[in-house]
Every structure is written in structure tokens, then in C-alpha cells.
């Protein structure tokens, strides 16, 4: 048997030819923070809540491709203060306001934070203002609470096809926008059942007509952490072909 | 022999709905448990108007976001006074649904609701001085003094204050696990 692997908090951990870390891990049932990571798509390395130690250096493990022999730190407080300490930023960077977000109970954002334990916010809220967008018949945009993730930026362009959203901006400044010359979703081809429609992992792309259809106890995160979920984020077959592969 | 010495608490509502004050009164009969490891200082539980005093207190909660000039001298006083101040619910944490405001201009608010809001009578912006004047902005607590503790929830769950309080008083970092720990 000449099954390749490599160190993960003492754990020795299998891999497939290009499988990443962050995959392999996955694979073998232990949970990796992520926001900006979805197993049907390409890694991205935004959201940088996947960082581990790497052979004694910080890097995202979504995007680092697991190599025999490797020696991962994952569970360590150093790494989770960091994966703490981002959430918080980016917690204040928006406008995240769960009592009153339909997302509460489904948002990966929300349930890091309580996987991580992130009690405060630690840093000062920035408030931004972000107008939301209720110009579709079927979806709201609620700008607020976007974390760049670019999910339903790939989405639209990858699987859909049809270009719906991009970034503008630079720096503090960037921000999703819709592509269309009003800049409003309504004048776009969008479709609530587009994949961009179903990828969002806080509250931004929220389908209209059913808010707080779930009952408080029966939503996404409660009655198991986000950690308890890991089959769902398992890497899909190494034979099928993710979002924006090159061909 | 003498009793151990109780710990004393106070507990104030700023820019906030006494929700979380109604959640800690939810903990119910684990109030009387409570009662025999606590005293009560300024509260409106027990109508105390001035925090210390009957000396320090050991711990403050303090309820709702900072909005007004009065909320900030409350905070301050209970800063003053208490050796651990808790941050207690949304609105103390991130401002809550009180901030969902910052993002328009004060005087815009005010001329809305007092001048020109269709339905609302038209009395003109109240300007008694024995009125707080409202800020700019609504702030987290922990954006004016020093907070020790936070306990998020809208509001914290009545088990998860029970857990937060019994583990401060029995010397131990409180920890919420899942369940007790919300933002929502």
C-alpha cells in the first residue's frame, strides 16, 4: 500500500493526486472554517479562515495542494486566535445585525463565530452604508452583509452564464455590484433559480415571499455546530469537473 | 464563623428593549439559587437609583448600546464602579437594532418623525433640557469604556446567562457552548 499523507494535529491524513489540504482534511471528516470555499467550485483563498500552519508557515489551506510528509497545524490556539480575529473584521466591516437577518440560524458566517466562540466584535463597527436592492421580483439584495466571497460572482459567470455580479472598488472601498446599466438586479436575466442564487453563505442573496420560514430550533445551525456538518463540505468526486476548471 | 461574602451586581438597560433583562428573569427559580450567592446594587430590579453606594460591585451588566448623553454617564459611572463589566446582549455588543440608524444623518431622523412623517403629530423636535441629547452615531459599549466580558444573544438565552453568572461567581472564564453562545 503506497497511500500518500500527511501530518494534520498529529493525525495522518490520506490525499488523492490534487486534492488540497483543506480538501483532504475534509475528506477525512475533520472541519475546516471556511467562507469563501464551496466544494463545487475552483478554491479561492479569500477568506483566509481555512489558514493553517504549513511546514511552519501561515498559509490557506484550500488552495495549497496537499504533498506527502507535510506537518499541518490546524487546532492550535495561535491558529484559531487568527481565524477568531478575522471573523471579527469582518464582522464589523459590514453591517451583520442577525436578530433581524432572515440568514440567522442558515449563515456560515454566524456559525464560525460560534464555532469559534467569537464573543465581541473587538473592533470598532464601521457602519458602512450599503442601500440594499429590491428591484427583483423574486430575490433581495442586502448589501449589508456582504463578505466578498465572490460565490455568486463565480456562480452567475461559471455556472449560469450569465455575468450578473461583480466587484468594484479597491481596498475598504470594493463592493459586489450588478451588472446592468441601472445597477440594479431587476434589469438582469437573474433567476431565483440561478446557482448564484443558492450559494451565498450570509444574507445578501435572500429569495423574497418566504422570510423566517423555519422556526427558531429547526434552522441550519441549530441543533448541530457547523463542525457536526462536515459531510456536506466533503471535496465532490475527483472526476467531476468543479465551476471553472479549465477544460 | 462568618458567610461568605456575597457577590454584588447591578444591572442597567441603556439603548436597549429590557429584553435581556426580561431573559434573566426568565432563569426563574434559579433566581432564589442566585439570591444566595448575590446581593443587588443599582438595578431596576430592585429601583436602586445610584450605583456603589453600599461600596463596589463586583459585577455590571449592562444592557443596549450607548445613543444618548445619559447613557454615556450611566456607563462611565458603572465602570467606575464595578471590578467587571459585562457587555450583555446585541445592542451592548454591536449597537443591535438601535444602530441599523448610523448610517443616516440624525437631524434627518429627528425632522422625519417630528416635522414631516404623514400619520405622527407635527409637535416640533422636543428640546427639554431635562432630555439627553441624542449622538450621531449609536456605539457598543465597548467603544466608550472598557468591557471585560461579553455576552451576546437577542437576548442571551436564560441558561446562558445562568452558565455566564455561576461561572464568574465560581472563579472559572465563562464558556457558553452550543446553544447558549447566539448572536440572534
Not at chain 1, 483532504?24 to 477568506?47: K, M, N, Q
Not at chain 1, 456562480?155 to 455580479?165: H, L, P, R, T, W
Not at chain 1, 437573474?190 to 442573496?205: N, S
Amino acid at each position: 500500500m503506497n497511500e500518500q499523507t500527511f501530518n494534520l494535529d498529529g493525525q495522518e491524513i490520506p490525499f488523492a493526486a490534487g486534492q488540497s489540504v483543506m480538501q483532504a482534511a475534509l475528506a477525512a471528516g475533520v472541519f475546516v472554517p471556511h467562507l469563501c470555499y464551496h466544494p463545487e467550485f475552483r478554491p479561492h483563498g479569500s477568506c483566509k479562515l481555512c489558514t493553517m500552519k504549513i511546514n511552519g508557515r501561515p498559509a490557506t489551506s484550500c488552495t495549497t495542494p496537499a504533498a506527502a510528509g507535510m506537518e499541518v497545524e490546524s487546532d492550535t490556539p495561535e491558529i484559531l486566535d487568527t481565524r477568531r480575529i478575522l471573523l471579527q473584521m469582518l464582522l464589523v466591516e459590514g453591517n451583520h445585525f442577525c436578530p433581524s437577518c432572515e440568514k440567522s440560524g442558515h449563515c456560515k458566517l454566524q456559525a464560525l463565530g460560534y464555532e469559534l466562540g467569537v464573543m465581541s466584535p473587538h473592533f470598532n463597527h464601521f457602519y458602512p452604508d450599503r442601500p440594499v436592492d429590491a428591484s427583483h421580483p423574486d430575490v433581495l439584495l442586502d448589501f449589508n452583509r456582504c463578505i466578498l466571497c465572490e460565490l455568486c460572482i463565480r456562480a452567475s459567470a461559471e455556472v449560469d452564464g450569465k455575468n450578473v455580479f461583480a466587484l468594484s472598488g479597491r481596498g475598504i472601498k470594493k463592493h459586489l455590484i450588478v451588472n446592468a446599466e441601472s445597477g440594479k438586479l431587476g434589469d438582469t436575466d437573474f433567476a431565483l433559480t440561478d446557482k448564484a442564487a443558492q450559494v451565498c453563505p450570509v444574507g445578501v442573496i435572500l429569495p423574497k415571499h418566504k422570510g423566517f420560514a423555519v422556526p427558531i430550533g429547526q434552522r441550519r445551525f441549530d441543533a448541530e455546530p457547523i463542525s457536526a456538518h462536515v459531510e456536506e463540505f466533503k471535496p465532490i468526486a475527483a472526476a467531476a469537473p468543479r465551476a471553472g476548471d479549465k477544460p | 464563623m462568618t458567610e461568605a461574602r456575597k457577590f454584588r451586581i447591578a444591572t442597567a438597560s441603556l439603548a436597549g428593549c429590557f429584553g435581556c433583562h426580561m431573559s434573566f428573569l426568565d432563569i426563574d427559580e434559579k433566581l432564589l439559587d442566585l439570591l444566595q450567592l448575590v446581593d443587588f446594587d443599582r438595578t431596576p430590579l430592585t429601583d436602586i437609583k445610584t450605583i456603589g453606594l453600599r461600596g463596589p460591585c463586583d459585577i455590571g451588566l449592562i444592557e443596549g448600546g450607548v445613543c444618548n448623553a445619559e447613557n454615556v454617564h450611566v456607563l462611565r459611572e458603572f465602570r467606575a464602579h464595578c471590578k467587571i463589566l459585562v457587555a450583555m446582549g446585541a445592542c451592548a455588543v454591536n449597537g443591535g437594532l438601535p444602530a441599523q440608524r448610523n448610517h443616516l444623518d440624525l437631524r434627518d431622523i429627528l425632522s422625519e418623525v417630528y416635522h414631516t412623517e404623514a400619520g405622527l403629530a407635527h409637535g416640533g423636535i422636543p428640546n427639554d433640557p431635562e432630555l439627553p441629547l441624542p449622538l450621531n452615531e449609536v456605539h457598543p459599549i465597548h467603544e466608550v469604556v472598557k468591557v471585560d466580558y461579553f455576552l451576546p444573544g437577542c437576548p442571551p438565552p436564560a441558561d446562558a446567562i445562568w452558565k455566564f453568572l455561576t461561572d464568574l461567581i465560581a472563579g472559572r472564564t465563562p464558556r457558553l457552548g452550543h446553544g447558549l453562545l447566539r448572536y440572534d
